[in-house]
């Protein structure tokens, strides 16, 4: 089990290191420089100037050489300045992490439930008619666009109805936590739509198929009760392999979060990323993927683990 | 002992015992599916009964209503699935009976052992806790009597260190010893009526010889009564007291099994025991009975296309069930009193 983990964690280090490259690279080939997206039309910069900025910073050298520089600063934890907030960048990543976690924990503390809940009720009887109602649902959440249906959802709420706030979470650390909560509202049900719909067609598809298993006519042979069978004796067994469609649409929803973010104006990761690379913010772009990165890798470790630990045929 | 270990060749098994008051009366099973084409009729016009610590075998080939007829005795037919006739247990008709009534009756009175071992058992959970909830559910004890009553179940049907074994999950144990287990959960409550659908199928010889040894021992313990399924009729030789033989969703022939293994008379009933190895005679070919199952037209006798005494009546009518000598019952119209 630790060895198992250990080893996990050594290729999940490798590869850092190299999508670390990879996105070095890409960056380098986006269009656009710095230095002019720096002095952006200030008329007193003259070509010789652009080129001795460019030496200050480095630009002149060959990607390789820069790759090299930065690694090294980032090993000895000098991950390097965003020239847009002009702040060290893990202090700007940092809050922007936090604020994408509490969004995302909300939605799949919401999501995963209702999806096994739901997509159990449509596999008691296909084709029945809580099946089609649910599969309605989720055909529906599938299909609309989640930029519009937040923007439905402003409507309706904030503008209509006006309960709750539409955009401007203060960024400061004492914003109460109903205040927070009452900004989340919106944005988790807009990312619990667009998360579930999938979820429950997966969740039906597996249980269908394990309400059909020998073991599950072997309960009812018992004698117990069909919320018994399903609730002690399927739902687990249907979920074992829900853990790698979790685990996949993980990465899923966290650049769902990007779009939802960027309406409802809250600084997270997403919309961190996205200024960062719309402002040739080079470090910025690099870390932050590089973090998007890591939380990607640990959640696919974690659900490995819980591969094992839900299925005892499985030794890790 | 009551029940002797016998070989065809052997001495016949004593008549059945108990057939004064019978346990389990079946009368004119139908089982049917919808389908495109309109209603598969799986299982029709059958007729049994199992008298108190009888063991009945059905033989039939694979899909010939054998298995359904005990899903039906279950009320575990699949979704889709329709059951008409009567099934008589302890007086009272369980065709029409309520989903509430089937659950106090499953794993309490009649119980059931499938084929898979492999498969049947909850791979996520325990074999001792498996065991113990049927208890909890029907006897009402608490999680950790029932558990301490599932390691002596499973002492009593025979697995070394039970403790730790119930602690295992199912893929811990050999298929031999999961199916021990199957038959331990199913004799948890002691049942008046075990439905046995090919049990030992899936297992190797050594270990078929095993757990028939050990259904037939348990039965002689509680003094159950066994419906007992399969294709193979050496098997079935060994166990049990009567034979029902099935073709095609029908009964064919019923009798005490000496009669069917010395006299048997149903064309199909000759074929099949025609297809036994005979270890005394060596032969360069098996005995194969010619074409292959199918479910036909009502019209005519089922068997027919198949039979080589089959002439026009055989198509032309179904054959009834009579009973061509004492207490054997033949559906054919060439085998007549």
């Known amino acids: 089990m630790l060895r198992y983990v250990l080893s996990r964690l050594s290729q999940a280090v490798l590869v850092i290191f190299v999508m670390s490259f990879l996105l070095f690279v890409l960056i380098g080939l986006m269009p656009g420089d710095p230095i002019e997206n720096m002095f952006e039309g200030n008329p007193s910069l003259t070509p010789e100037l652009i080129g001795q900025m460019r030496e200050l910073y480095g630009l002149d050298q060959p990607i390789t050489l820069r790759y090299w520089h930065w690694l090294m600063a980032a090993l000895q934890g000098d991950f390097g300045y965003s020239s847009l907030y002009s702040r060290p960048v893990l202090t700007v990543l940092g809050p922007a992490l936090l604020q994408t976690g509490k969004l995302l924990a909300l939605t799949l503390m919401i999501s995963v439930p209702s999806a096994i809940i739901l997509g159990a009720l449509a596999a008691r009887k296909p084709n029945g008619l809580v099946d089609s109602a649910i599969g309605l649902f989720s055909f529906a959440a599938i299909s609309m666009p989640n930029f519009w249906v937040s923007l439905l959802l402003i409507i309706l709420f904030s503008v209509n109805l006006g309960w709750l706030p539409a955009s401007g979470l203060p960024m400061t650390s004492d914003a109460s936590f109903w205040l927070e909560l009452r900004h989340l509202i919106l944005p988790v049900m807009v990312l619990v739509m667009f998360h579930v719909g999938p979820l429950i067609r997966y969740v039906r598809a597996a249980m269908i198929e394990t309400l059909s298993a020998d073991f599950v006519r072997t309960a009812r042979a018992k004698g117990l009760s069909e919320g018994t069978v399903i609730a002690r004796h399927a739902v687990r067994n249907a979920l074992i392999p829900m853990i790698t469609v979790l685990a996949l649409s993980f990465g899923h929803l966290f650049s769902g979060a990007l779009v939802i973010e960027t309406i409802f104006g809250m600084l997270g990761m997403g919309k961190t990323i996205y200024d960062a690379v719309g402002n040739i913010d080079f470090n910025l772009a690099l870390v932050g993927l590089l973090l998007a990165t890591v939380v990607v890798l640990i959640s696919n470790l974690l659900a490995d683990l819980a591969y094992a630990y839900l299925d005892p045929r499985i030794t890790l | ?337």
């Open chain 2, 1 to 337: 002992m009551e029940l002797q270990m016998a070989g065809r060749d052997t001495a016949p098994l004593p008549a059945a015992a108990a057939t004064v008051g019978s346990l389990l009366e079946v009368r004119d099973l139908g089982v049917s599916f919808a389908t495109k084409e309109g209603r598969a009729q799986v299982v029709t016009g059958l007729n049994y009964s199992i008298g108190e610590g009888e063991t009945l075998g059905i033989v039939g080939e694979s899909g010939c209503g054998k298995t359904m007829t005990s899903l039906s005795l279950m009320g575990l037919v699949p979704p889709g699935g329709r059951v008409t006739g009567e099934i008589r247990f302890g007086g009272r008709n369980l065709v029409d009976q309520s989903a509430r009534d089937w659950r106090s009756l499953r794993g309490r009175d009649i119980a059931m052992i499938f084929q898979e071992p492999m498969t049947a058992m909850n791979p996520v959970m325990t074999v001792g806790r498996q065991i113990a909830e049927v208890l909890t559910v029907h006897e009402g004890l608490s999680t950790a009597s029932a558990f301490d009553r599932a390691v002596e179940l499973l002492e009593a049907v025979g697995i070394p260190s039970p403790n730790q074994r119930a602690r295992d999950y199912p893929h811990q144990l050999s298929g031999g010893m999961r199916q021990r287990a199957m038959i331990a959960m199913a004799l948890a409550c002691k049942p008046k009526l075990l439905v046995a659908d090919e049990p030992t199928t899936a297992l190797d010889v050594t270990i078929q010889a095993q757990i028939l040894d050990l259904i037939l021992e348990l039965q002689e313990d509680t003094g159950m009564s066994v419906q007992f399924i399969t294709h193979n009729l050496a098997v079935v030789s060994e166990l049990a007291h009567r034979i029902l033989v099935m073709y095609a969703g029908r009964g064919v022939e019923n009798a005490p099994a000496e009669k069917i293994f010395d006299n048997p008379l149903h064309p199909y009933t000759r074929g099949l025991i025609a297809t036994l190895p005979d270890p005394d005679r060596k032969v360069d070919q098996l005995f194969v009975i010619p074409g292959s199952l199918r479910i036909q037209p009502q019209r005519g006798c089922r068997f027919a296309s198949r039979c080589s005494l089959a002439s026009e009546i055989c198509a032309a009518t179904e054959p009834p069930m009579l009973e061509v000598e004492t207490d054997h019952f033949v559906a054919c119209h060439k085998v007549t009193p």
